[in-house]
């Protein structure tokens, strides 16, 4: 929908211009939007040629912009004083275009319509709708205007001005209830403006008396109840040339109707089928509106139904369409369902988690709940609308809990479960492996994640360049290493939205022999528990060795390890190019330094 227009005096009666299949046609309402119909063609032309037009492909197509200049007319007015009465430019054919634009007038609310002009007009009302004035609508000047006494029939010519006039607008005094009018516009594009003063009051013969009215009914199509009321209308009669009073337009008859389907819209939750009866929507269940029913009461359970909005007609005692009043029903509970109020099973340590239950059949307030939030913790209450607003828990642990809802009464039960996530930030993960490692002998790779409980983690482990990881949900795996020198391990923690890295660098040998060096407890003091320290004490550590032994700084490597007490591992490595017997008299350098364990060395931290 893309325009929409309210007639005038008629109530419920609307024109909309819509898209229909990339084509905007013109569509016209008379119960407030239900039902949608296009406008039907006139008959034959202005020249009383025969117009060949078919719906649904040709039909009457209007212009329905209104005018924001109070001096101009737009492409559509209608008036209270007036009813039934509306003009409009249009045209006739497949679509609404631009061009070959015509002014068509309708003398009973939309049901007919008759081409008046063949170009565009701006016309006016004048004695309270009993006539109409029409001024061309060119940018030529112009010193002619045309009079109607019979709803645009048949038109008089009249001149108001002997010089051609530059026609930029009309004025009322004070509106339509006058008989005069005045023109401005300007004699040429130089000239200052001119005010043509036009008085019709001679035209005019007397004042309107009973005998100059006829009485219209409203209908549409032949129907004459609209909006679930009969109206009718006093209307002048063809060339009544007479004053109208001011109170003359009143309507005279009203009437209600019985009501019939076209007064009802869809209720809610219901949608218009194809034979245009209102039908569930998917996503409703009418047996829900009786659920807060107390057995033994009643309760008013809807057709699916609703009378329009402003809609007056009157329901006999069929109640076809309005809601039934019915006797609630006695039921076990059934389609019972639970959820977080985020909307997702996951929830964080420590925090308030906001369980809502919610029962589609069975009396809620004689149904008992039960919550069980699967860490050892259940709460029952007598009714389920006692938690319209939820249930709250808080978990202390983290990991996956099953929870459960069950909802009984005396003729049955039903239960809903949820598995809920419960996790918390992940801050740190921590590489763990031998410094030094035999080729082709598998070695223990493991993780320390910081807190030690996040919930379900996934591991990303990469060694060297490779560029597929290993993935898997344990911390630990291992890993063997076919090629000599040194290797990098890099894993990444991947938690909900976070991730964190650490790496390591291994050197891989073919044979190696190590020591565990033990410290005095003092140094436990100074021990930070971060992995620069553990390397300036390794590098102390080594500096010292090499001095007391004088191995060479080649053959040694020292890693202090994490953790309390502190603890070191020294690795005595072969020398490069050291084969056979050369290779076992330097396993006697191994004595020197667990014999120096038993001396004192001095640390510089």
Avoid at 509 to 523: C, E, G, I, P, Q
Avoid at 559 to 564: E, F, I, S
Wanted: aromatic fraction near 10%.
């Amino acid at each position: 929908m893309i325009d929409l227009y309210e007639v005038a005096g008629i109530k419920g009666v609307f024109l909309s211009n819509k898209i229909v299949e990339n084509q905007v046609k013109t569509y016209i309402t008379y119960n407030k939007g239900r039902d949608w119909r296009l406008l039907q063609a006139p008959t034959t032309d202005l020249q009383g040629n025969k117009v060949y037009c078919e719906q649904p492909y040709c039909s009457l197509h209007l212009h329905l912009h209104v005018s924001e200049n109070p001096y101009t007319s737009g492409n559509i007015v209608s008036k209270d004083t007036a009813p039934g009465i509306i003009i409009a430019s249009g045209v006739i054919g497949p679509e609404l275009t631009s061009t070959n634009v015509s002014v068509f007038i309708t003398s009973d609310a939309g049901n007919t319509w008759r081409e008046v002009f063949q170009e565009e007009y701006s016309v006016f009302f004048l004695n309270q709708g009993g006539s109409l004035v029409a001024i061309r609508h060119t940018p030529l000047p112009i010193r002619h205007i045309w009079l109607s006494f019979d709803e645009g029939r048949n038109w008089d010519k009249y001149s108001f001005t002997s010089s051609l006039l530059y026609v930029d607008g009309v004025l009322g005094e004070p509106g339509e209830d006058t008989l005069i009018m005045t023109i401005f516009g300007h004699f040429s594009h130089r000239s200052e403006w001119q005010l043509v003063k036009v008085d019709f009051r001679s035209i005019f013969q007397h004042r309107c008396t009973s005998d100059d009215y006829t009485m219209w009914q409203v209908h549409d199509q032949g129907q004459a109840c609209i909006m679930g009321m009969k109206r009718g209308f006093q209307k002048l009669k063809a060339n009544a040339r007479c004053v109208k009073a001011r109170d003359q337009y009143v309507p005279q008859k009203s009437d209600s109707c019985p009501c019939t389907e076209a007064d009802f819209e869809c209720d809610y939750g219901f949608e218009r089928h194809s034979d245009g009866s209102c039908t569930p929507s998917f996503w409703f269940i009418p047996s829900a509106t009786s659920r807060d029913c107390i057995t033994g009461d009643t309760f008013l359970n809807t057709t699916g139904y609703r009378r329009a909005l402003s809609n007056n007609c009157t329901e006999g005692s069929g109640l076809k369409y309005s809601p039934r009043r019915q006797k609630c029903p006695s039921q076990s509970p059934r389609g019972l369902q639970l959820f977080t109020s985020e909307g997702t099973p996951v929830a964080a340590l420590e925090n308030n988690v906001t369980f809502l239950v919610f029962l589609e059949e069975g009396l809620s307030s004689t149904t008992s709940i039960t919550v069980d939030f699967g860490d050892g913790t259940a709460i029952s209450y007598v009714n389920i609308s006692s938690i319209e607003d939820g249930v709250k828990h808080v978990y202390s642990k983290v990991g996956i809990y099953q929870v459960s809802a069950t909802a009984s009464n005396s003729l049955g039960s039903d239960k809903a479960t949820l598995y809920l996530h419960v996790t918390c930030q992940l801050e740190q993960v921590q590489l763990s492996a031998p410094s030094v490692v035999v080729k082709r002998k598998p070695v223990n790779l493991t993780t320390t994640l910081r807190p030690s409980q996040v919930g379900t983690v996934t591991y990303y482990w990469w060694f060297d360049n490779r560029t597929e990881p290993v993935v898997t949900l344990n911390g630990a795996m291992t890993y063997t290493f076919s090629k000599v020198g040194s290797h990098t391990v890099t894993v990444q923690a991947s938690l909900a939205n976070t991730v964190h890295q650490d790496q390591m660098t291994i050197a891989v040998y073919d044979y190696f022999r190590s020591h565990v060096l033990a410290f005095s407890s003092n140094l436990d003091e100074l021990n930070p528990g971060v992995s620069e320290w553990r390397e300036d004490i390794g590098r102390v550590v080594k500096n010292s060795i090499v001095q007391v032994t004088g191995i060479s700084e080649d053959q040694l490597l020292v890693a202090v390890l994490p953790g309390l007490p502190t603890t070191a591992e020294l690795y005595l490595l072969p020398e490069r190019g050291a084969r056979g017997g050369a290779v076992e008299e330097k396993w006697a350098n191994l004595d020197q330094v667990r014999h120096c364990q038993n001396t004192q060395i001095k640390l510089d931290t």
